[in-house]
């Protein structure tokens, strides 16, 4: 593929709607690691991850004629990514909690946050719990408000919010651990 991406992306496109393996192989590699980074936010392994990509590019494949070839294929791709993800684990039946509790987050200077690299992100990430890390993803990451959030795993928007401030609370847990010096003399002033 000597071409650039943008240039080939089209042909790509229109290879696989024509069900051209070739064309199916090179747009499956050429968004793999976008995919996986998006999968592995929501899922709690690598393997689990590759297993949400899979279903996600099987989804792709077989509803690509609904794409409008003038439109950004990647926000579609990122649509059908994150509906997988969020299909898996309403089949999990992960548990979303309804308790709402007031959570205050303080934010520490900007330099710390910048020393951390995307994959140590990810794993602190990973370390809340499925519910937490859903709503977490949904609306910090991914940019949605409490009520498409509700809709989408069938909550109450009070159980979304519930969620983000627990995850916010855990992941300011996991980064006073992470960074225990640096909190230290952050919170001293």
Not at 130 to 159: C, D, M, Q
Request: net charge positive.
């Amino acid at each position: 593929m000597s071409k650039e991406p943008r240039t080939i992306l089209p042909d790509l496109l229109k290879g696989c709607l024509k069900n051209d393996r070739k064309s199916q192989r090179n747009l499956y590699q050429h968004f793999y690691s976008y995919g996986l980074s998006v999968c592995l936010r929501y899922s709690d392994n690598r393997d689990e991850a590759v297993e949400l990509l899979n279903e996600a590019f099987m989804k792709v494949f077989t509803n690509l004629k609904k794409l409008d070839l003038n439109r950004s294929f990647k926000p579609w791709f990122r649509k059908i990514l994150i509906n997988t993800c969020i299909n898996y684990i309403k089949k999990k039946k992960i548990a979303f909690t309804t308790e709402l509790d007031e959570v205050s987050i303080h934010n520490g200077p900007d330099d710390v946050l910048s020393r951390i690299l995307y994959q140590e992100i990810l794993a602190m990430i990973r370390e809340l719990s499925p519910a937490y890390r859903t709503v977490f993803n949904l609306y910090v990451i991914e940019g949605y408000k409490h009520e498409e959030i509700a809709k989408i795993l069938e909550i109450s928007t009070g159980t979304s919010k519930s969620n983000l401030s627990k995850a916010k609370k855990n992941m300011q847990l996991i980064l006073k651990d992470y960074f225990k010096e640096d909190y230290e003399r952050i919170r001293k002033g």
